[in-house]
């Protein structure tokens, strides 16, 4: 444990350190500037401090974010308004309708296309273009369509737009992985007089999997990602994306840079929740890890 | 048996009597530029009224008029040049009600760049919002004859994000503010006021209506949409008054209202303030004079004029007629 | 009516056709493969139109294509201007650099298993993050026109196409290594001719990743201010202005883009892992 932590320690390390120097440097401007406002020269033993403490610093030094992340988790109720853990849950509610919805859309798809020559041959160029649409542009469409079928929820197009991009990354490792047996298996299995399904179940489904528990680590991140982008135009309500969006417009940098963090926090925690899931069923299935 | 019927002639009236659901879309986040309805919710003026109201807040990919195209809403919050366009694009939106008097736009400059007067903005950098507020922007600009497209002579136009930083990080000689909230922003980030040049629209005379109340011309046809109206503007304008006489608990209102919590009392309760500046002058009903003026200033647009012809009903005075009386 | 009857019989139809020639021997020819995915998505663009007109849908809804097609024409100029603006500027220079640096320190820290040690877990957790949120402090920090969407782009591709790539380093066996040592080749050598071609798959699988981050983060960066030219800035305008017509030709350069962008870099693929079981069909 200690020979895997420390390496991981002293690169952390060394990032705590160009942060701060970056933020001294970054931050500097504004002190200079400020002075000359005023009229007044400082020197850098001066500016140094300053650089440590400002309200709206371009780059914050880290016990700034620490302390505001620090507030936001641990110094009010949990379902407070002022909560990140709250808000926190807002985004991870989000993120999952959209991952679930995601895989299984992606399954869907990559089993029907490796089956179907036609589904292949016509949908998976347009599943790779779906990807290249700016998701922040359809937003507002999916939600005005939402509005149109009288789903008034919130939590509906943020799922959709969550699942528009976790889906892809499961059905690209997916196809990949259903046709990753190569020849011979597939005519072992021809010799044993195989069905196309026992095939599919013994032999290309088992062989996908690898693929498919790689693909959900990216797929976790992406539903993520489609979360925080779709709680911006569903109202700017609720949720990290909605925190971040507000830090910057009123000005509040730290407030941004902790629901960034705590998005990061989420995502942490997300993926080693699919790692641990991972690991379970490749051992179930009789993988070495 | 008489007990029966006069439950059912109760349950009867009471269905009569069922609060009528308006859902209200904003046009930006909650915040105190919508206090007077956040006010006429928390202090139950549209519930005297009989009213269920919705307050939908907004957002950076909301645009308030595709809202209410796509059925989302009833009646929206404006700004007159934005929805004028839309109704050329074909989106009969009709003006119902004007709380704002005066407009609260203006441009902020770095008093170190040097800019004194609007001749100054040639070949300087200039932020301004889009997403349908840069229409009063882009009608002032063809009326100095500054061109927009970056040409020599003309001004660099930036899109400016949802906050001050351009001006900060000194990437905009000029940026758009509002008088109540991006302003004070500047000050708080420790520019003082005598480092700053600022151009109101109102002094400048290109000053466009801002928030009003807009609603769907063939829905205002229903005599029973038309009665919900009236009722819905006279408890929003009951909570405007409210609001201006007790700014403090009105900006308390919104921010409980806040469903980020990433708002702060002090922001709130100066945005308060200064917005309360802003509908001072209104009672609700729209001035067809300044309404005029906005319409002259957008078509005035040279040769990329917002609206390319005098709109016809784009505003009624029926429904505040029958609210204020 | 008669154009949801309409849509709906040119759909059954197209889709009929479409498994006819995908079965047939017509779509082994490189003439089927374009054709099938194209009725494809003619189709679609007929079903579209047929529920717009048939439902009489509001064109500040959702315009019909032959409105945006119309658009299309009509903004040529404007289009391209964007597309530079955001694609080439923007997308493809951070794509290319994020790109170039991920390779180039997954190789580096290949050499040294300590800074692979520390700086894989950082990089797998970063590669999950939803960089987007960076998106309005590089754009404070790096400035307005296409440099600060160029560093979003970096900083989104970055960390899938290291994570992919180290990975990948490591899927060559056991027994193809000892192989190679056994016939005295260096570290530079099995490298070369061994482990970074069994790495390819992986690699391409995080920059096909890339490719549609890239096009995102460029826009989605416009987003947070920007010049008054690109793509996500006339798409945020646009909606704002309720011109849906440019908005969806704005879509439409965009999914044109990312697919020559995603096709290329398949080409590319195929030309590297011809070797791999997934390239044969």
Redesign the interface.
């Known amino acids: 444990m200690k020979e895997k932590a420390l390496p991981v320690l002293a690169v952390l390390g060394i990032i705590v350190v160009i942060w701060y120097a970056a933020a001294v440097w970054m931050n500097a401007t ?1 002190v200079y500037d ?1 002075a000359e ?1 005023a009229g007044t020269t400082v020197s850098f033993a001066e500016v140094v401090p300053q650089t440590m403490a400002q ?2 610093p ?1 780059l914050p030094p880290p016990h700034q974010v620490a302390a505001e992340l620090w507030k936001g988790v641990a110094g009010q109720a949990v379902t ?4 990140l853990v ?2 926190g849950f807002v985004t991870f509610r989000g993120t999952m309708m959209g991952f679930a919805l995601g895989i299984v859309l992606g399954v869907a798809l990559a089993v029907s296309i490796v089956r179907f020559r036609v589904m292949d041959m016509s949908v998976m160029p347009w599943a790779i273009i779906s990807q290249t649409i700016p998701i ?1 542009a359809l ?2 469409m999916i ?3 939402a ?2 079928l009288g789903i008034d929820s919130r939590e509906v197009p943020k799922a959709v737009i969550s699942a528009y991009l976790s889906f892809f990354p499961v059905l690209v490792s997916m196809v990949k992985g259903l046709r990753s047996p190569d020849q011979m298996q597939l005519d072992l299995l021809k010799t044993y007089n195989a069905s196309e399904g026992e095939t599919f179940w013994k032999l290309r489904l088992p062989a996908s999997m690898p693929y498919f528990f790689a693909s959900l680590k990216v797929a976790v991140a992406a539903a993520l990602i489609g979360t925080i982008v779709g709680e ?7 949720g990290l994306g ?2 971040m ?8 940098p730290l ?1 941004m840079w902790a629901a960034l963090f705590a998005a990061a926090i989420l995502a942490g925690l997300l993926i080693v929740a699919v790692g641990i899931v991972e690991r379970v069923a490749r051992k179930r299935m009789g993988v070495p890890a | 048996m008489k007990k029966l019927l006069t439950g059912a002639l109760l349950a009867a009236m009471a269905g009569t009597a069922q609060a009528e659901d308006v859902t209200l879309q904003l046009k930006w ?2 915040q105190a530029q919508f206090a007077g309805y956040y006010v006429a919710q928390a202090k139950g003026f549209y519930e005297e009224e009989g009213l269920n109201v919705t307050i ?8 308030p ?3 209410i ?4 809403a009833d009646v929206i919050v404006e700004w007159m040049p ?1 929805a004028l ?2 109704r050329e ?3 009969p939106l009709v003006n119902i009600a004007q709380p704002f008097a005066s407009s609260g736009m203006m441009l902020t400059c770095l008093k170190e760049t040097g800019i004194t007067a609007p001749a100054d903005f040639a070949d300087k950098t200039l932020g301004v919002w ?5 229409y009063p922007f882009l009608s002032w600009m063809s009326q100095l004859g500054l061109a ?1 497209d ?1 040409s020599a002579g003309g001004v ?11 001006l ?2 000194k ?1 905009a000689a000029c940026i758009s503010t509002m008088t109540y909230n991006e302003y004070w ?1 500047v000050i ?5 006021p005598d ?1 700053l040049v600022t151009f109101k629209y109102e002094d400048q005379g290109v000053a466009t209506l801002e928030d009003g109340l807009y609603v769907l011309e063939d829905k205002l046809s229903d005599p029973a949409f038309e009665e919900k109206m009236v009722k819905f503007v006279r408890a929003s304008m009951k909570g405007w008054k409210y609001a201006e006489e007790n700014p403090d608990e009105a900006a308390m209102i919104v921010l409980e209202n ?7 009392e002090n ?1 709130q309760k100066r945005m308060m303030g200064e917005v309360a500046k802003l509908t001072a002058g209104s009672n609700g009903a729209l001035d067809v004079a300044a309404a005029e003026r906005t319409v002259a200033s957008l078509l005035s647009g040279g040769s990329d004029p917002v609206i390319t012809k005098a709109p016809e009903g784009a505003w009624t005075s029926a429904i505040t007629d029958k609210a204020l009386q | 009516m008669m154009w949801l009857v309409g849509a709906v019989v040119f759909w059954l139809a197209a889709w009929a056709v479409n498994a006819a020639v995908a079965r047939s021997a017509l779509g082994r020819t490189r003439g089927g493969r374009v054709f099938v995915p194209v009725l494809f998505g003619v189709t679609v663009l007929v079903l579209w139109e047929g529920v717009v007109r048939g439902f009489g849908v ?4 959702l315009p019909p294509p032959s409105l945006i097609g119309a658009k299309i024409a009509g903004s040529a100029g404007v289009l391209w201007a964007d597309f530079v603006q955001t694609v080439v500027k923007g997308a493809l220079s951070g794509f290319v650099i994020g790109v170039g640096a991920a390779f180039v320190v997954a190789v580096a820290i290949d050499r040294v298993p300590v800074l692979q040690r520390g700086l894989l877990p950082i990089g797998n957790f970063v590669a999950a993050l939803p960089i987007v949120g960076l998106a ?1 402090i590089l ?2 920090w790096f ?2 026109d296409w440099q600060s969407k160029a560093a979003v782009v970096v900083v989104m591709v970055f960390f899938p196409v290291l994570v992919n790539l180290v990975a990948g380093l490591q899927a060559s066996e056991r027994m193809q290594r000892d192989l190679m040592a056994t016939w005295g080749a260096g570290y530079w050598q099995t490298l070369v001719k061994l482990r970074l071609p069994a790495a390819m798959p992986f690699f391409f699988n995080g920059v096909k990743i890339a490719t549609t981050l890239a096009l995102i983060g460029a826009i989605v960066a ?7 030219v690109g793509m996500g ?1 006339r798409i ?2 646009e ?6 017509d440019m908005v969806w030709a704005e879509i439409a350069v965009a999914a044109l883009a990312g697919s020559v962008f995603y096709g290329a870099v398949t080409v590319v693929e195929r030309w590297v892992t011809f070797w791999h079981p997934s390239q044969r069909h």
């Open positions: 504004w400020q406002r309200d709206r371009l407070s308004k002022r909560s709250y808000h922040v937003a507002p939600l005005t369509v509005n149109q911006l135009p569903t109202g700017a309500i609720e909605a925190r969006l507000i830090g910057s417009q009123f000005g509040e407030i | 986040v909650t939908k807040p907004g957002g950076p990919d909301i645009a008029t595709q809202v195209a796509g059925g989302g934005a366009a839309a694009k074909g989106l889009f997403f349908g507020n840069e927009t970056g660099t136009v930036l899109k400016q994000g949802f906050n001050v930083d351009p900060l990080q990437q922003q708080d980030a420790g520019i003082s480092d806040d469903e980020t919590g990433a708002q702060t922001h | 509001q064109p500040v809804i309005p754009v404070m400035g307005f416009e987003f947070f201010g920007s010049p008054i800035f945020s305008t909606v704002g202005r309720l011109g849906l």
